[in-house]
């Protein structure tokens, strides 16, 4: 069995796996998609064209917050947080995120 | 949420901070990534190649970065306009043109719109000026219409119509009054005003009370108004001038009541003190004061009442007093017209005759911009191909060409307003005296935001076919084939269509100045009756006051006459009560002894004249005598009539020996004076308008302290010349008088059609200028055109091809285009022109002849323009176009 490629994450889904990410602790960028990768036993690869974008408009929208700190190698990078705001939103997100998971599920099972 | 704001804010106005930010956020990634494929075994130098290659194109991540910081509109629109002006920078001569053709026809629209604004469109200067209007007696047997108003007649508008607040009335006519004690005697321009007219027209007065409405009526005093200008020079500004007195050289001190505001222009900007009427009581119940019309009125309507209302009020008393006073009004009717109309009156056809050429040439300036630009953009086209292979929208690269054609335009624009302005303030003073009622042509707000708006309009206009254009650009032909045969092609339709467009709009500019000068032409033609040559004139007031008996004004004006004729260089001196060709005249009813009175409403202009006149002015002496130092006061009255009055009423019989009186129903008091003479006709007013007949009275017998002078130079000699020796003899006669209107006759003719002059003068200008930038379009559209042919050109020469023949294929071209655009120019010039019939004197609007000779001149500098492209093409060198594949 050949290995499996790693999928692009849907576009919808990325949010969410940003802030669920976060929940552990402020992350940088390269951080988040390594630990994406990870955590989806590398199914899942972050396109970096689209995680600094989804970065961007998480911030705009105010759920995540940024700051720039030194990194364990000492070099300065890009820090992002989780916001209070992110957070209920990541409880909300995650809820529609199963309905539809489970919805579709419904349909794949009764098929 | 002002976190939101203040990020967006930061993507707007520091976008270099927050890309710089991205940019090292992005390289921290790549070096992370990087670590990590060195921790798998990569060398560094591999580790990092396949680092960047995992994260793909920074510079797009950047620009998905830069969309979601949601100011990317903005961002865009900078760079354009920087790409814009590198491109410019990069084509200066091209640059330079379109700047400049722009500016000249903003330049050109803006002056010409701030003259209509000015006169037209701004708000009177009058407190609520929308509800003043102009109040005016008609008598259709007469023909008259809008004319002046009988002082009896006034004042039974103002007591018994109920349409309005109140009426004030004052006079247009030229008055002048020699004010004295402020250097040398200095003529003003006068203008009596009834005591309300300052709080009709709603102005108020920077310093004094002004007139009440007890100075209607002589009460002995002699308050007067100053103008600001007159205050300035005269009085040095003095803040204490209220109450100080002026003489005008009679009997009574004048004393200032007031300095008018410093715009005030009402009834003309020339108006330098404002007097009231000081009526005698007396003559309100004299015929008179109801046969006399001379006052011009302002009204103001009553709140709510409309100005049909007000003149339905008005036609009521016009009614009452046609039935109370039939010997003077039986036909007497009267009107109403917004004062803003009546003010506007007649400049407003030639203002948007010449608002029409200015746009016109406007128009005919944005083709040729577009023209430009067309092959500029043509030039670019690879580049342009260029931008679609490597993935930029054809939105982006439309906007790009649009935003290059505004910035152009933003500075036509810019360099235009100041023209405009320049042009402006030329208008205003190289216009023929009194054309526009105004005292200065401010560029206001609405001036500046029409010049935005024409800017961003015309730069829209030549603007959008090189934005079409460059979408059509199909990036793979473009590149391959050197950008020379589709985006050429299409380039050369358009720059046809346009070319087409400004030789239709050249030949409607030069066969509406064609007209306009050809009636200017035929009008400046008519002979005026009097030959103007060699004659110095000016006019004299002397007062009242001094000259108090007829035996001192008559004593008085051939004293002067004398002294002015044994000046040297003086061949003689005679004087006359008005000029002929200026519009000014006095009319009077007349009586012929034996016949039956005349219909209502004829009358005969009449004259003073003292000496040889009409021998000095060269009009011709048909019949009898004219001059005769033996008519005297009291020896028998004679007069001198001239042909056209001959004509209406002695036809057939011999007018010598008639006798003619001043009353249309002559009684025991008229005076019966016997016809002497028949001279030639002049034209009294318009030069387009015949000679009325006329009656000239010796001035021995019916004097007349206002006098104009008129002093033939002998031959060879410059009348100017004499100004300052004539002057010297009036001063030697009576130091106290001023010296007015000074200048030779043959200015007082030109006068007659200055305003004609004027506006066919700037429309033939408009018409020059526009046909030059239209043969421009026509060269350039055929440069390019031998341009982009150049090899196939030397290929046909190669093959055999005849010069003559290659020179043929460009100038047929050529006189396509000019035919197409000629015709479609005559088109509609013959379907437009009947605007300018009313300003036309003995043209038709269609006039062949006009039509005819544009056509030609057209035609043959058309193929002129056409000739050095197609000599050009005849001289592709075959080898040379062949050895450059």
Not at chain 1, 48 to 74: F, H, T, V
Not at chain 2, 106 to 112: L, M, N, S
Not at chain 2, 508 to 536: I, K, Q, W
Not at chain 2, 679 to 702: C, H, K, M, T, Y
Request: net charge positive.
């Amino acid at each position: 069995m050949p290995d499996p490629t790693p999928s692009d994450v849907l576009r919808g889904t990325l949010d969410l796996l940003i802030l669920k990410t976060l929940t552990l602790e402020p992350m940088h960028g390269w951080g988040i998609s390594q630990r994406i990768q990870q955590h989806s036993r590398d199914v899942l690869d972050v396109n970096q064209g689209s995680l600094y974008p989804a970065l961007q408009r998480l911030e705009l929208r105010e759920w995540i917050e940024s700051e720039w700190r030194a990194s364990d190698n000492n070099r300065r990078a890009k820090f992002y947080r989780l916001t209070a705001k992110g957070r209920r939103a990541l409880g909300v997100e995650t809820e529609s995120w199963r309905r539809y998971v489970a919805a579709v599920e419904h349909i794949l099972a009764t098929g | 949420m002002l976190r939101h704001l203040r990020l967006r804010l930061r993507g707007l106005f520091a976008p270099g901070r927050t890309d710089a930010e991205l940019a090292e956020e992005m390289a921290f990634h790549v070096e992370r990534e990087a670590q990590m494929y060195e921790r798998q075994g990569y060398t560094h130098e591999e580790a990092l190649r396949k680092a960047r290659l995992a994260f793909g194109s920074i510079d797009h991540t950047a620009e998905l970065h830069r969309d979601g910081r949601g100011s990317r509109g903005l961002h865009d629109t900078l760079k354009d306009i920087r790409y814009a002006a590198r491109a410019i920078r990069r084509d200066r001569a091209l640059a330079l043109a379109g700047v400049l053709t722009l500016a000249l026809g903003i330049g050109a629209t803006t002056a010409v719109f701030s003259a209509v604004n000015a006169v037209m469109l701004r708000e009177l200067p009058f407190r609520q000026s929308e509800r003043l209007v102009s109040l005016w007696e008609e008598n259709p047997d007469r023909g008259w219409y809008k004319n002046v108003v009988a002082p009896a007649n006034y004042l039974d508008w103002r007591e018994r119509s109920d349409g309005f607040v109140d009426i004030a009335a004052y006079t247009d006519y030229p008055t002048n009054v020699t004010l004295l004690g402020h250097g040398e005697p200095m003529l003003l321009n006068a203008a009596y005003v009834t005591g309300n007219f300052l709080t009709v027209l709603g102005v108020s007065l920077p310093m004094g009370n002004g007139f009440s409405s007890g100075d209607d009526w002589d009460n002995g005093q002699r308050p007067a108004i100053i103008s600001d200008r007159i205050w300035r020079t005269h009085f040095g500004a003095d803040p204490r001038v209220i109450g100080r007195t002026m003489s005008f050289g009679g009997r009574s001190a004048w004393q200032i009541v007031g300095v008018m505001p410093r715009a005030f222009s009402f009834p003309s900007p020339t108006t330098d003190v404002w007097l009231p009427m000081l009526w005698n009581p007396a003559s309100r119940s004299q015929v008179s004061f109801r046969r006399a019309h001379w006052l011009r009125t302002v009204a103001r309507l009553k709140p709510g009442v409309s100005t049909e209302s007000a003149n339905a009020s008005l036609q009521r008393v016009v009614k009452q007093l046609q039935d109370e006073y039939p010997a003077t009004n039986t036909r007497m009717g009267g009107g109403v017209t917004p004062l803003r109309e009546w003010i506007v009156g007649d400049t407003k056809r030639p203002l948007l005759v010449l608002l029409s050429a200015a746009a016109i040439l406007l128009l005919i300036a944005c083709a040729n911009v577009g023209n430009l630009l067309l092959v500029h953009a043509l030039g670019r086209s690879r580049d342009v191909a260029l931008r679609f292979a490597l993935g930029a929208t054809r939105r982006r690269v439309a906007k790009q060409a649009m935003t290059e054609s505004l910035v152009l335009s933003g500075v036509g624009a810019a360099l235009g307003a100041a023209l405009g302005w320049i042009g402006a303030r030329a208008l205003l003073a190289i216009q023929p005296a009194g054309m526009l009622p105004v005292t200065d042509i401010p560029l206001d707000l609405r001036v500046l935001a029409f010049t935005v708006l024409v800017a961003t309009v015309s730069g829209l206009a030549f603007g959008v076919a090189p934005a079409l254009m460059a979408t059509r650009t199909s990036p793979s032909a473009a590149l391959s084939s050197g950008g020379r045969t589709l985006a050429g092609s299409r380039v050369q339709g358009w720059g046809r269509h346009l070319v087409v467009a400004e030789i239709a709009l050249a030949v409607l500019l030069t066969v509406a100045a064609g007209l306009l000068v050809r009636s200017y032409d035929r009008l400046s033609n008519v002979p005026p009756g009097f030959n103007p040559e060699g004659v110095l004139t000016f006019s004299l007031s002397i007062p009242a006051a001094r000259y108090d008996s007829a035996g001192k004004v008559i004593g008085f004006y051939e004293a002067l006459l004398a002294r002015i004729e044994a000046t040297p260089g003086v061949q003689g001196a005679a004087a006359i009560r008005q000029l002929p060709a200026t519009f000014t005249s006095w009319s009077s009813s007349l009586a012929i002894a034996g016949r039956p009175p005349m219909p209502q409403g004829e009358d005969a202009l009449h004259r003073e004249f003292l000496g040889e006149y009409f021998r000095l002015m060269e009009v011709p002496l048909l019949r009898g005598r004219a001059y005769s130092s033996a008519d005297v006061q009291g020896g028998p009255p004679v007069v001198v009539i001239n042909e056209a009055l001959a004509k209406q009423y002695f036809t057939g019989e011999e007018p010598i020996g008639q006798r003619i009186a001043f009353d249309r129903v002559p009684d025991s008091n008229s005076v019966w004076r016997t016809i002497v003479g028949v001279v030639g006709n002049e034209r009294q007013g318009s030069l387009a308008l015949p000679a009325r007949p006329e009656i000239f009275a010796p001035q021995q017998q019916d004097w007349n302290r206002t006098m104009f002078v008129v002093a033939k130079a002998r031959p060879g000699i410059d009348p100017a010349s004499l100004a300052v020796p004539v002057r010297r003899a009036v001063r030697d006669l009576d130091s106290l008088l001023a010296v007015n209107a000074m200048r030779p006759m043959t200015a007082v003719h030109a006068e007659a059609t200055a305003r004609e002059r004027f506006i066919s003068v700037l429309v033939l200008v408009f018409a020059i200028t526009g046909v030059a930038l239209a043969l421009v379009g026509v060269f350039g559209v055929l440069a390019q055109l031998v341009q982009s042919r150049w090899r196939e050109l030397g290929i046909r020469l190669a093959l055999g091809a005849q010069r003559s023949e290659v020179r043929w294929l460009v100038l047929r071209r050529g006189a396509t285009l000019l035919s197409i655009g000629i015709a479609s120019g005559l088109a509609i010039s013959a379907g437009t022109s009947r605007v300018l019939q009313s300003l036309l004197y003995e043209v038709q609007a269609t006039d062949p002849v006009t039509f005819i000779t544009v056509t030609i001149l057209m035609g043959v500098i058309g193929l002129a323009a056409a000739l050095i492209p197609a000599w050009r093409a005849s001289s592709a060198n075959p080898a040379h176009t062949l050895r450059a594949e």
